[in-house]
């Protein structure tokens, strides 16, 4: 998965090259800097997510949580890549439902925008008061 690439330039020619040597396989020098550097292969799901929650504290205890937004790269099964990414919307101000996924080159894959009170009518949004029990 994560690939540590290591590299090395010459500070007298400026060659690059494995870090497996220690000398200037061009001109011999030993003044070289050793640059370490992950390759493209690091895991999506560590890039930045995104996450927001506002409370009401006026609510009880399951109700708190009003609004709650989040965005970033989730494990799927649905693309090449193993990877989708994601951005939900869960405002109960507003009464506003928004779910969108995106393949990693930001295709849509799947687009929801409801009001909320007509998302949670559906089926397997019902349990809705079991999100707070949910790990994050
Ligand atoms: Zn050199």
Redo the contacts with the bound molecule.
Sequence with gaps: MTKILSKST??????EFDSTENS??????KN?TKHICFTENVPLNIRDRVKAKAKDDTLPSKKKVVFEYRQGFEESQSTESGYVQKERLIDHINDKYKEVVADEDGKVIHHCEESLSKHQGHGSAKKSNDNSHKPD
């Design positions: 010459c500070d007298d020619c400026g060659k200037c396989p061009k001109c011999g020098s070289i």
